[in-house]
């Protein structure tokens, strides 16, 4: 007889899972240096409007899709297409095999977290100038391998924590630090806005130029709001797939959507002051974070100890991403695989993630002279990866469930009685899903190819 599935403890435990997934390095790395890319406000103005208008309906059908099949991603886009006698079986596999490269490259860069709480401990006992070179990017960025090292250890935690499982290894870890993470921020947040930079981050954050934005920038945004909502990996097929009957999907997925996007604007105007102070460091260089903050706490009255309950938070945040993306290629490892226990997956899918993580690790050092474009091969693996395979294998899946799940399943999973603006809302889920969502999904995608000639 099959294993039952794990489900979670709490709704609670529930949204601090998929809220933490959001509060890992996505936005809080990521975003900063995509905005800068993109000339700020307008970007932003752009983003927000795809995360809440795409994004949120596309993250409750990931939801529903698990919680109506109870399985993981391959599984269930495997039952739609069968139901439905399409082509989007292929789905779930690319989904898994996105997510094994991405936790693999993620690993690099929570290794570079890992990095800087181990130095800001440290710093604890040395003075400042001994604690500013020892929390220099630019020497960790010539060391390849001991990024592979970090990358490893990363790896060999999150493995540790996924073979416990949904409960004891995914619901207790990360429900005692995002309260405390998120009081760290707002903290960080009020001291960046005391700097002189803050009306020209301001300026530069919420007056929109639209004349910045160019023909990427749709898809840009597209990818990011699928990257920190999990969209694409399978992640929130799996998380639905845990969900107890009783969980509205509608109501979880939009709040998820909602304070992932508060999420995103709190990261830009805490790091952007620092990065506007910080005249040298430039606004769209992946590194944006790593490079600004520590120098700026290590300049601050107890900067050091702040700094350092600071990254030990975010890596939790950063642990909390990564283990929603191996939970995915193992839960899909056991479900495909029945003679593999959950041991077996967890560990066989970590070696594969650290085979893997050789080549972004080493990218700044020993292949620091292999460029794509005048890209790192870290830079190019994200930009390939978030930019344009993602929305599409979203696109995949989206149209996996829409055609495999009837009318009255999406109807009854959506609608709740007790709910009365989810009768009023139910329409306009169908229309972004039918339409809108594969239309700008599209547009996104044709306007990126004409963007390199």
Same mark, same amino acid.
């Given at each position: 007889?099959?294993?039952?599935?794990? =489900?979670?403890?709490?709704?609670?435990?529930? #949204? +601090?899972?998929?809220?933490?997934?959001?509060?890992?390095?996505?936005?809080?790395?990521?975003?900063?240096?995509?905005?800068?890319?993109?000339?700020?406000?307008?970007?932003?103005?752009?983003?927000?409007?795809?995360?809440?208008?795409?994004? =949120?309906?596309?993250?409750?059908?990931?939801?529903?899709?698990?919680?109506?099949?109870?399985?993981?991603?391959?599984?269930?886009?495997?039952?739609?297409?069968?139901?439905?006698?399409?082509?989007?079986?292929?789905?779930?596999?690319?989904?898994?095999?996105?997510?094994?490269?991405?936790?693999?490259?993620? =690993?690099?860069?929570?290794?570079?977290?890992?990095?800087?709480?181990?130095?800001?401990?440290?710093?604890?006992?040395?003075?400042?100038?001994?604690?500013?070179?020892?929390?220099?990017?630019?020497?960790?960025?010539?060391?390849?391998?001991?990024?592979?090292?970090?990358?490893?250890?990363?790896?060999?935690?999150?493995?540790?924590?996924?073979?416990?499982?949904?409960?004891?290894?995914?619901?207790?870890?990360?429900?005692?630090?995002?309260?405390? &993470?998120?009081? /760290?921020?707002?903290?960080?947040?009020?001291?960046?806005?005391?700097?002189?930079?803050?009306?020209?981050?301001?300026?530069?954050?919420?007056?929109?130029?639209?004349?910045?934005?160019?023909?990427?920038?749709?898809?840009?945004?597209?990818?990011?709001?699928? &990257?920190?909502?999990? +969209?694409?990996?399978?992640?929130?097929?799996? #998380?639905?797939?845990?969900?107890?009957?009783?969980?509205?999907?509608?109501?979880?997925?939009?709040?998820?959507? +909602?304070?992932?996007?508060?999420?995103?604007?709190?990261?830009?105007?805490?790091?952007?002051?620092?990065? &506007?102070?910080?005249?040298?460091?430039? +606004?769209?260089?992946?590194?944006?974070?790593?490079?600004?903050?520590?120098?700026?706490?290590?300049?601050?009255?107890?900067?050091?100890?702040?700094?350092?309950? &600071?990254?030990?938070?975010? #890596?939790?945040?950063?642990?909390?991403?990564?283990?929603?993306?191996?939970?995915?290629?193992?839960?899909?490892?056991?479900?495909?695989?029945?003679?593999?226990?959950?041991?077996?997956?967890?560990?066989?899918?970590?070696?594969?993630?650290?085979?893997?993580?050789? /080549?972004?690790?080493?990218?700044?050092?020993?292949?620091?002279?292999?460029?794509?474009?005048?890209?790192?091969?870290?830079?190019?693996?994200?930009?390939?990866?978030?930019?344009?395979?993602?929305?599409?294998?979203?696109? =995949?899946?989206? /149209?996996?469930?829409?055609?495999?799940?009837?009318?009255?399943?999406?109807?009854?999973?959506?609608?709740?009685?007790?709910?009365?603006?989810?009768?009023?809302?139910?329409?306009?889920?169908?229309?972004?899903?039918?339409?809108?969502?594969?239309?700008?999904?599209?547009?996104?995608?044709?306007?990126?190819?004409?963007?390199?000639?």
């Amino acid at each position: 007889m099959a294993a039952k599935r794990g =489900a979670w403890r709490t709704r609670f435990g529930f #949204y +601090l899972l998929a809220i933490g997934s959001a509060c890992g390095l996505g936005n809080l790395w990521r975003f900063p240096y995509v905005v800068g890319e993109n000339g700020g406000g307008a970007f932003i103005l752009l983003y927000v409007f795809m995360a809440l208008a795409i994004g =949120a309906p596309m993250l409750i059908a990931e939801l529903m899709l698990g919680k109506n099949t109870r399985k993981s991603v391959m599984v269930a886009t495997q039952q739609m297409a069968q139901k439905s006698n399409t082509g989007f079986k292929w789905a779930g596999r690319l989904a898994v095999i996105l997510t094994i490269v991405v936790f693999s490259y993620y =690993a690099v860069i929570s290794g570079w977290v890992l990095h800087f709480m181990t130095q800001f401990f440290v710093s604890l006992f040395s003075d400042y100038e001994s604690a500013s070179s020892k929390t220099n990017l630019a020497a960790l960025m010539g060391n390849g391998w001991l990024q592979l090292m970090l990358a490893s250890a990363h790896i060999l935690i999150t493995v540790v924590v996924v073979v416990k499982g949904v409960q004891e290894g995914l619901e207790r870890w990360i429900s005692y630090m995002m309260p405390l &993470f998120a009081a /760290l921020v707002i903290v960080l947040l009020v001291k960046s806005f005391s700097l002189p930079s803050t009306p020209e981050v301001v300026r530069f954050l919420f007056y929109p130029d639209f004349s910045k934005l160019t023909m990427s920038s749709l898809n840009h945004a597209l990818g990011h709001v699928f &990257f920190t909502l999990s +969209l694409g990996f399978g992640t929130m097929v799996t #998380y639905g797939s845990y969900m107890r009957d009783e969980d509205h999907v509608p109501t979880a997925g939009f709040r998820v959507a +909602l304070v992932d996007s508060l999420i995103s604007l709190v990261a830009v105007m805490m790091i952007f002051p620092v990065a &506007f102070q910080a005249s040298n460091v430039p +606004l769209t260089d992946p590194a944006l974070m790593f490079e600004v903050l520590p120098r700026y706490l290590l300049g601050i009255h107890g900067g050091t100890l702040f700094g350092l309950a &600071f990254f030990v938070c975010l #890596y939790m945040a950063a642990l909390n991403a990564s283990i929603g993306l191996l939970e995915v290629v193992v839960s899909n490892f056991v479900d495909t695989k029945k003679n593999i226990g959950r041991v077996r997956a967890t560990w066989y899918s970590g070696l594969v993630a650290l085979l893997l993580a050789i /080549l972004p690790a080493l990218s700044s050092s020993v292949l620091k002279a292999v460029r794509v474009g005048g890209r790192s091969l870290i830079e190019s693996l994200d930009s390939l990866l978030i930019n344009w395979f993602l929305p599409l294998v979203a696109l =995949a899946i989206l /149209l996996a469930f829409y055609k495999g799940t009837s009318e009255k399943e999406k109807e009854v999973s959506f609608i709740d009685k007790d709910k009365f603006v989810s009768y009023s809302m139910y329409p306009h889920w169908i229309f972004v899903l039918k339409w809108v969502a594969p239309a700008i999904i599209g547009l996104g995608f044709v306007l990126q190819v004409l963007s390199l000639f």
